[in-house]
């Protein structure tokens, strides 16, 4: 993603802090300070502006979810949608992944979606890849027994790494498509990216995947 500074983005995020939580120095984070049910809770890393997050919240009032994105110019997109639409439900996070062992040292989340992450092409970058085996471990903390990793994205070389680095980690590939748009799935969510790319004629793979115990 283009990244630019946004103007007053900082200050929005820290006027909002019931709506977003900034992670500056990786401090511990309750989460029944925001959360006052017991509902189950979904996460989605690196959400870019929420408008997936955003409408899953809309749709589904019994799951609590987490929208987490690294950059203040880009969440503070997800937040503006909140501020005009707010859903109780939803939390944004904007912090590294890497980060999500220190910030939530008990959370249980029985799912993690991944939409169209950064692909990072060079072999010497393989690590920031949000499906390298260091983010899966990460997951597999976080995730519920029968918890799910929902992944989705239209780059082929990303879609064929994950798919292996899943299997090798090990985890078990339940649905597993290389054209979405093409295919009987019910209630797909559309990302910004997606309709992006889908528009470019691009097919979208979409993967789900368990640990195995
Ligand atoms: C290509 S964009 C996709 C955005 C959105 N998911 C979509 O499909 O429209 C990937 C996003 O992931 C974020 N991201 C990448 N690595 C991350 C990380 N380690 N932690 C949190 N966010 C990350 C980037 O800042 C970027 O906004």
Known sequence: MRLRHVQGAKELIHTNKELIIDDIDHTPINIKDYFTNDNEIHIEIGMGKGQFVHTLAKQNKDINYIGIEKFDSVIVR?????????QDNLLLL??????????????IVHRVYLNFSDPWPK?????????????????????????????????????????????????????HTYDLHNTDFKGNIMTEFEEKFSKLGNKINKLTATFKE
Do not use: V, W
């Open 123 to 175: 072999d010497r970058h393989a690590k920031r890849r949000l499906t390298h085996k260091n983010f899966l471990n990460i997951y597999k903390e976080l995730l519920a027994k029968d918890g799910e990793l929902h992944f989705k994205t239209d780059n082929i070389d990303l879609y064929e790494f994950s798919l292996e680095s899943l299997k090798e980690y090990p985890m078990d590939i339940g649905y």
């Open 78 to 86: 997800a937040l503006e949608k909140q501020l005009e639409d707010k």
């Open 94 to 107: 904007r912090c590294d992944a890497m980060f999500l062992p220190k910030l939530f040292e008990q959370l």
